[in-house]
């Protein structure tokens, strides 16, 4: 097994947060990507799913994004706004 050196281009902040969870599970950034390449070539595909969001998934991430969602003081506020 050979390494070969690779350039990437990634998201500041994305890879900010990851390397965080990295350095906290021991991991070097390198070790980490060639665990996801393993698991990649394992699964022969990604190694979790990828779904597009239904419409009710769409208008739900809208609310957020907008802050026009309802807002709940506490849990018991948010079951008994629950329709079920």
Same mark, same amino acid.
């Given at each position: 097994?050979? $390494?070969?050196? $690779?350039?990437?281009?990634?998201? %500041?902040?994305? /890879?900010? %947060?990851?390397? %965080?969870? =990295?350095? /906290?599970? &021991?991991? /070097?950034? %390198?070790?980490?990507?060639?665990? =996801? *390449?393993?698991?990649?070539? @394992? #699964? #022969?595909? @990604?190694? =979790?799913?990828?779904?597009?969001?239904?419409?009710? $998934? !769409?208008?739900?991430?809208?609310?957020?994004?907008? &802050?026009? &969602?309802? !807002?709940?003081? #506490?849990?018991?506020? =948010?079951?008994?706004? *629950?329709?079920?």
């Amino acid at each position: 097994m050979g $390494t070969e050196p $690779t350039s990437l281009r990634l998201d %500041a902040d994305a /890879k900010k %947060a990851a390397y %965080a969870i =990295f350095a /906290k599970v &021991g991991l /070097k950034p %390198a070790q980490a990507v060639n665990l =996801f *390449l393993r698991q990649v070539a @394992l #699964n #022969n595909g @990604l190694p =979790f799913s990828i779904n597009i969001p239904n419409p009710s $998934t !769409r208008a739900a991430m809208k609310e957020l994004e907008d &802050g026009s &969602g309802t !807002r709940f003081d #506490n849990s018991d506020d =948010f079951y008994d706004d *629950l329709e079920i």
